[in-house]
């Protein structure tokens, strides 16, 4: 980037979001489902757009109130439309959130490892950062990461559960441990919600009287909806109203609000993927001890894999295979996405490679692995 543009101090010298979008077959790199989308969903957006492209001359209902029922209706929980707000993905929720809660002389907490956007967008909406603890299996404590809301203030604290890029999910006592200390906003983010080993419980549970709570959700992942760019919040509607200052008016199409409806209306069929990328999950974990590499337990779409003895370069040898995941820069760990039957048989048929770069774990790991 050029060193003469007047960019703000606190942007110069950064990288952007950059996880590769490389033209490789199997692309486990950035937690979408691979799974076809179910049969007449193709069929059935294209004839949902045909029939409102008639209309494009007009905004879109700004307020988008029929998906925001769908939505409502999609989550239970007792939710009414009031309590919902969709954006372009949920990134573009987490920006709406810290433009009205964050900002100029505020602070926000995540406990990293975690979701890399949530800094970014602190940074590029001029909210300071703090860095929460986590624990050596990568899960949070209540009490540690009360006192770290305690010691540093934050005018927002994101959880994210499961987290990403761990995987690991929280206990409703730590959200309740770290609201009970916030002064401000607290939200938890549950991207991969719908991936988690059944009982574990959303944060969904805790909205009703906690008006500073905030359920973040997306269609990007389990839904299999990552072009449509669709993400949402769950919350009190005093902060679904304080949001309404700050998004860009008719931020969401008319196109994004009908496909996101026709999706929703498909439910069923789209998230029956999410069982079969589970055991696929779980097929990759089962196959990695033999090959000197462990998984953390992960109630999401993806493994952070630990035992490369030099990630980077573990890194390139799965992309030589046609191999794609993602290094996050955490010593010896590569995040890979589960998706489909072949793109895990291609996988575990390029892993091994990864040892005969390195051939002292080669010699660790025995006969069976070859
Ligand atoms: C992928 C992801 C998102 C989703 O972002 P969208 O903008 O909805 O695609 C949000 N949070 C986390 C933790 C994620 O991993």
């Not at 944060?203 to 839904?223: D, H, P, Q």
Request: charged share 20%; net charge negative; glycine share 8%.
């Amino acid at each position: 980037m050029s060193n003469s543009l007047p960019l703000r101090p606190e942007l110069r010298g950064r990288s952007a979001y950059g996880a590769p979008q490389l033209d490789v077959t199997i692309r486990l790199n950035t937690n979408e489902n691979s799974w076809p989308l179910p049969d007449g969903l193709s069929q059935e957006v294209a004839r949902a757009v045909g029939e409102v492209a008639g209309g494009l001359n007009r905004y879109p209902d700004r307020d988008a109130a029929a998906l925001r029922s769908d939505l409502a209706a999609y989550l239970g929980h007792d939710l009414t439309a009031a309590q919902l707000w969709p954006a372009n993905g949920s990134n573009e929720i987490l920006q709406q959130l810290l433009q009205a809660f964050g900002g100029a002389g505020r602070s926000a907490l995540g406990f990293t490892p975690s979701y890399s956007m949530h800094p970014l967008i602190s940074l590029s909406t001029g909210t300071s950062w703090h860095d929460g603890p986590r624990e050596a299996d990568f899960g949070i404590d209540p009490a540690r990461a009360a006192a770290a809301v305690r010691e540093h203030r934050p005018d927002v604290v994101f959880v994210t559960s499961p987290n990403n890029p761990t995987g690991t999910a929280v206990s409703l006592e730590v959200i309740t441990a770290v609201y009970a200390e916030a002064p401000g906003m607290v939200i938890v983010d549950e991207a991969y919600a719908e991936f988690a080993r059944p009982g574990t419980p959303s944060a969904l549970e805790l909205l009703s009287g906690r008006e500073r709570l905030v359920v973040t959700r997306t269609m990007s992942k389990a839904f299999g909806m990552a072009g449509l760019r669709l993400g949402y919040l769950a919350a009190d509607p005093a902060v679904v109203e304080a949001l309404q200052l700050v998004r860009l008016p008719y931020h969401l199409s008319t196109l994004t609000q009908v496909v996101a409806r026709v999706a929703l209306s498909y439910r069923h069929e789209l998230l029956a993927t999410v069982q079969r990328v589970c055991e696929q999950r779980d097929r990759i974990a089962a196959a990695l001890p033999e090959l000197g590499l462990r998984a953390v337990p992960s109630d999401a779409n993806f493994l952070l894999v630990g035992g490369f003895p030099d990630s980077h370069k573990a890194w390139q040898v799965l992309l030589d295979h046609g191999v794609l995941v993602r290094d996050l820069e955490i010593a010896g760990h590569l995040r890979i996405t589960a998706g489909t039957p072949a793109e895990t048989d291609a996988l575990l048929a390029a892993l091994p490679a990864v040892h005969e770069a390195v051939p002292e774990l080669s010699s660790d790991r025995g006969q069976s692995a070859s």
